[in-house]
T-cell receptor
Framework: GEDVEQSLFLSVREGDSSVINCTYT??????LYWYKQEPGAGLQLLTY?????DMKQDQRLTVLLNKKDKHLSLRIADTQTGDSAIYFC??????????????FGSGTQLTVLP | EAQVTQNPRYLITVTGKKLTVTCSQN?????MSWYRQDPGLGLRQIYY???????DKGDVPEGYKVSRKEKRNFPLILESPSPNQTSLYFC???????????????FGPGTRLTVL
């Protein structure tokens, strides 16, 4: 399958900005996603970006997309202890027929230090 | 409440003892999928189903079976579990998706399986 790559760990101080990076492989991906996994829970969709956009902002979250380099990033402003979680980027890939599936990265464990 | 449920949440078993992890969704989703999550490896897809009676292998299907007799249910079967199947398992569902369509997957809470 396709590889979606992320660094495994990131630590930041409370109040600082966090930037989580991801590289993806399928240039035909229509949407790119960020999922958040809190301790002991399943994944929840955090935000997404449509492939014809360069940037999307949603409150404290900013998603940047560089299609030329196939690079996606998630910036969390004013990071709080409640943001501590694993963050997965995902791309949608072509599957059988017209359906598309998600391929996930390895996840980045974000630790917010007081 | 729209949700994906999995049972059991925790299971400790022994090598070779058949087990089934159930998954059910109440959102009338066509697509369902099973993943396993292991440290440093992210989520790896085991099997998926595009609709009733339609299943296909994901990236790591060995040692697993699935069935999709009803739209809402997608059980994961381990006929003869082995210690390397110790992992955290997630079921997910979504609308079928397609080119140009948002493909949000909804995840269950996970099943922590330990095979001794």
């Amino acid at each position: 399958g396709e590889d979606v790559e992320q660094s495994l760990f990131l630590s930041v101080r409370e109040g600082d900005s966090s930037v989580i990076n991801c590289t993806y492989t399928d240039s035909s991906s229509t949407y790119l996603y960020w999922y958040k996994q809190e301790p002991g829970a399943g994944l929840q969709l955090l935000t997404y970006i449509f492939s014809n956009m360069d940037m999307k902002q949603d409150q404290r979250l900013t998603v940047l997309l560089n299609k030329k380099d196939k690079h996606l990033s998630l910036r969390i402003a004013d990071t709080q202890t409640g943001d501590s979680a694993i963050y997965f980027c995902a791309e949608s890939i072509a599957s059988s027929g017209s359906a598309r599936q998600l391929t996930f990265g390895s996840g980045t464990q974000l630790t917010v230090l007081p | 409440e729209a949700q994906v449920t999995q049972n059991p949440r925790y299971l400790i078993t022994v090598t070779g003892k058949k087990l089934t992890v159930t998954c059910s969704q109440n959102m009338n989703h066509e697509y369902m999928s099973w993943y396993r999550q292991d440290p440093g490896l992210g989520l790896r897809q085991i099997y998926y189903s595009m609709n009733v009676e339609v299943t296909d292998k994901g990236d790591v299907p060995e040692g697993y079976k699935v069935s999709r007799k009803e739209k809402r249910n997608f059980p994961l079967i381990l006929e003869s579990p082995s210690p390397n199947q110790t992992s955290l398992y997630f079921c997910a569902s979504s609308l079928k998706g397609g080119q140009g369509r948002l493909n949000e997957q909804f995840f269950g809470p996970g099943t922590r399986l330990t095979v001794l």
